[in-house]
């Protein structure tokens, strides 16, 4: 039987494997290419180009976010129990109390965004506030805490700067290709080969990438279920949590696809996360409630 320990190694054994598998996918796409075009600079100065982009994007993320959703911050005296419930949390989980904003809409959700625990904010929409029971509401305040203390946007910003290469390499590719390359390429027979699979792989790679940064997006929510139930002792509260999130078919207004990974479920959506066939599923950013409620009531 699951049990909430389990299911943290389970997921962070996952989570190795896909940064691991992404590791080694791009270091045998840039090899692929810088062969077939004997240019052996564009590897490295993709990665340079993109971590520098990722980096300002991770210093300012959390503004940017707040910005877009329009949240604004509320103090201890404009809603003393949910400041109580994250202090508490925050107690057991050794965190710092992360800054709470909240969202003026009706759809229930909420988000965690900061570069670190020290830098973190937990964001609220009123309609989650509303609808929830506190058990409920400490069940998603514990889940989102879970995020800041795995630094999972951390994570998730090294895995942006990882898409970014890929995604230049390729460019970088089909561009040089179709100009012709370097005289120094290899020749012959080896040299069509290496081409025409670079030129296959600059199409595919951006796709492949974007589907591994997904699935991590999806396996880090499961980690964060697991964790918050830890924190809490109380797997239920999130679980039914999440069931009531999606019960309620009201997309959020200020989400969007940039912003969408971040919330613990997907605000684009009606919330309720039934599976739709392996394939389809390759392309969600969190994992199918459904599931997500049935990990929680096995633990």
């Given at each position: ?19 691991l ?6 270091i ?5 290419f ?16 993109a ?16 910005a ?11 809603n ?26 009706p ?6 965004t ?11 929409t ?9 058990p ?9 805490l ?13 895995i942006v700067?990882?898409?970014?290469v890929v995604?230049l ?8 290709s ?15 080969i ?37 924190l ?38 009606d ?29």
């Open positions: 039987m699951a049990t909430t320990y389990t299911e943290i190694s389970s997921n962070k054994r996952r989570t190795v494997s896909l940064i598998g992404f590791l080694v996918f791009i045998a796409l840039g090899w692929i810088s062969r077939a075009l004997g240019m052996y600079w564009i590897f490295p100065a993709a990665i340079i180009f971590s520098v982009q990722a980096l300002v994007s991770y210093w300012y993320s959390d503004k940017v976010t707040l877009v959703s329009g949240a604004k911050p509320i103090s201890r005296e404009e003393v129990a949910l400041f109580r419930i994250i202090e508490n949390l925050c107690i057991t989980a050794g965190l710092p109390t992360p800054r709470i904003y909240i969202i003026n809409d759809a229930p959700n909420a988000f965690a900061g570069r670190d625990p020290q830098h973190a904010v937990i964001c609220f009123t309609g989650i506030l509303d609808k929830l029971e506190k409920e509401l400490e069940g998603v305040a514990a889940h989102e879970s995020h800041i203390g795995n630094y999972d946007i951390r994570l998730m910003t090294v700067i990882l898409v970014g995604a390499v390729s460019d970088w590719f089909l561009r040089i179709f100009f012709g390359g370097d005289d120094n390429r290899d020749s012959g027979q080896l040299g069509l290496l081409m025409i699979v670079g030129i296959v792989l600059a199409i595919l790679a951006p796709i492949f990438a974007i589907i591994l940064q997904l699935a991590l997006s999806r396996n880090r929510e499961y980690l964060a279920d697991s964790s918050g139930a830890l809490t002792r109380y797997p239920e509260g999130l679980a039914l949590a999440l069931e009531k999130i999606s019960a309620d078919t009201r997309p959020l207004k200020a989400a969007n696809k940039a912003t969408a990974h971040l919330y613990i479920t997907n605000p684009l959506t919330h309720k996360g039934t599976s739709r066939g392996w394939f389809a599923g390759l392309f969600d950013t969190h994992p199918p409630i459904e599931e997500r409620i049935k990990r929680l009531r096995e633990m």
